[in-house]
Nanobody, 125 residues
Framework: VQLVESGGGLVQPGGSLRLSCVAS????????IAWFRQAPGRELEEISY????????TYADAVKGRFTISSDSARNMVYLQMNNLKPVDTAVYYC???????????????????WGRGTQVTVSS
């Protein structure tokens, strides 16, 4: 099982980035995928969630209206389009996946079975 993030980088405030997460080793079309982030000195923060089968995007208030999560099942890919980026968005962004069925809370990091290594996003002028 593997999750690999890409697409991070340095961007000016107000700019955009698209993060990608490619998944392998589990049934992607039945998975639940989330993006988390961790800024220096801060706790891991939930950002967005997508149930691949239900296609039910969910967002944290901090990014609602600026970030969009989407997927491409043919490529086992999940994307996070980030617009109007702010310096407070600076963090390492992680992709996480859950392959188990059952009830869970998408914001709960313990709900996810697999994690990528992260990609750095820096928003600075």
């Amino acid at each position: 099982v593997q999750l690999v993030e890409s697409g991070g980088g340095l961007v000016q405030p107000g700019g955009s980035l698209r993060l990608s997460c490619v998944a392998s080793g589990f049934a992607f079309d039945r998975a639940h995928i989330a993006w988390f982030r961790q800024a220096p000195g801060r706790e891991l923060e939930e950002i967005s969630y997508l149930g691949i089968r239900r296609n039910d995007p969910t967002y944290a208030d901090a990014v609602k209206g600026r970030f969009t999560i989407s997927s491409d099942s043919a490529r086992n890919m999940v994307y996070l389009q980030m617009n109007n980026l702010k310096p407070v968005d600076t963090a390492v962004y992680y992709c996480a996946a859950r392959s188990r069925e059952g009830l869970f809370v998408w914001r709960d990091r313990a709900a996810y079975d697999y994690w990528g290594r992260g990609t750095q996003v820096t928003v600075s002028s």
